[in-house]
């Protein structure tokens, strides 16, 4: 994702801001309709989803284990195996690895690296496949692209997170129909050939749930075997603080709920595939500006709030925990070729491990 005017931050693990403004301006523009549609349908499913959304009850409170999960990164391997034994330390059974479209000519690289996650102990990885304006533009690309990843990785991955951050344009996309043309490639994939694999959307951010309608109710042709969000919250504050007065973690988790359980779209299993707190001192790494970046301390206390609150609620099935090594925003610090495990990292442990 080097190609203007998308550009990638190494630093913080994602892309940079479009700074062309009037190329943004011109994309947007040519997708009005698509803006219009998602205004027009939120207007009438988000009071509908708010007024229900204390009705319906969620599910089982899953174990620990099965519930929590981590991000881990091909670009964080040092080649000794220090993610895979930080993995083993912490008792985690889930992991979320992304594989970058525009890096396919590596694709091998991040096969193997998965692979390694299984030889002591049996994990349940989940792909996030992610994005860039080339694919999303070039259909057959795409096409054949996915059919790569799905080949390579079908074997031994069963799910497959289809583009991510979607309600933000400098991960590519400008409109949710063109998430929707995207996530349908990769169904009719599946469909076609690998009947067995479950392909996880729409995979938008933050409390931004507007999107979220227009991904979830629309005449596309379009079925997500599980709803993924990267659900963050007050970037200062814990999970329990509130946005539009109302709107604290638990409140956005039960909406969220809600729009599962009214559209034909999904079932009621859902995934937060991302979340995290930036971290002080640690620019250019924080994916904020210092503002927003909090302690370690505060971290580790807003992280667990967090993973109790959601896992209480009964209506997430796991949270991805992004990611185990982050010197920004994550539980360990690689910074100088070092490898230094937060407090972050331990709380996490003792988390984990607790009866």
């Known amino acids: 994702m080097n190609k203007a005017p998308f550009f990638w931050d190494k630093y913080s693990d994602q892309p940079s801001v479009i700074k ?4 943004k301006k011109a994309m947007r523009k040519k997708y009005i309709i698509d803006y219009i549609k998602m ?8 009071p509908l989803a708010i007024f229900l959304m204390k009705l319906f009850r969620g599910k089982e409170e899953l174990s620990k284990i099965e519930f929590i999960g981590l991000g881990v990164n091909l670009d964080k391997d040092d080649g000794n195996n220090i993610q895979q034994e930080l993995i083993e330390e912490l008792g985690v059974k889930n992991l979320i690895i992304r594989i970058p479209l525009w890096d396919m000519q590596n694709i091998d690289s991040y096969v193997e690296f998965a692979k390694s996650f299984n030889q002591n102990s049996s994990k349940n990885i989940l792909l996030n496949i992610m994005q860039d304006r080339t694919h999303i533009e070039n259909k057959e690309l795409l096409k054949k692209d996915l059919e790569v990843i799905f080949s390579k990785f079908s074997s031994f991955v069963n799910e497959y997170q289809i583009g ?11 409109a949710v129909k063109e998430y929707l043309e995207v996530f349908k490639v990769a169904q009719d994939i599946r469909d076609e050939k690998y009947k ?11 409390f931004e749930y507007y999107y979220n309608v227009r991904a979830m109710f629309n005449l596309y042709n379009v079925k997500y075997d599980k709803v993924s969000s990267l659900l963050y919250v007050d970037r200062r504050g814990a999970p329990s ?3 539009y007065g109302f709107f604290d973690t638990k409140n956005k988790i039960d909406l969220l709920y809600s729009l599962c359980k009214l559209s034909t779209k999904t079932n009621d299993e859902v995934y937060i595939t991302e979340v995290n707190w930036p971290l002080s001192n640690t620019a250019p790494y924080a994916p904020t500006s210092e503002h927003e970046c909090i ?10 709030e967090y993973l109790e609150t959601t896992r209480k609620s009964k209506k997430i099935q796991k949270v991805f925990w992004h990611q185990l090594i982050a010197p920004g925003y994550g539980l360990v610090d690689n910074r100088d070729g070092k490898i230094i ?3 972050q990292f331990y709380v996490l442990k003792e988390f984990l491990n607790a009866k």
């Open 20 to 23: 062309d403004k009037s190329y």
């Open 39 to 46: 205004l027009f349908s939120s207007f009438f499913i988000l």
């Open 164 to 174: 991510t951050t979607i309600n933000r344009a400098k991960w590519g996309f400008f």
């Open 196 to 206: 067995d694999l479950k392909l996880i959307g729409p995979s938008t951010i933050d």
């Open 241 to 243: 603080n509130t946005q």
């Open 295 to 304: 302690s370690n301390e505060d971290y580790s206390k807003y992280m667990l």
């Open 341 to 343: 495990k937060l407090p």
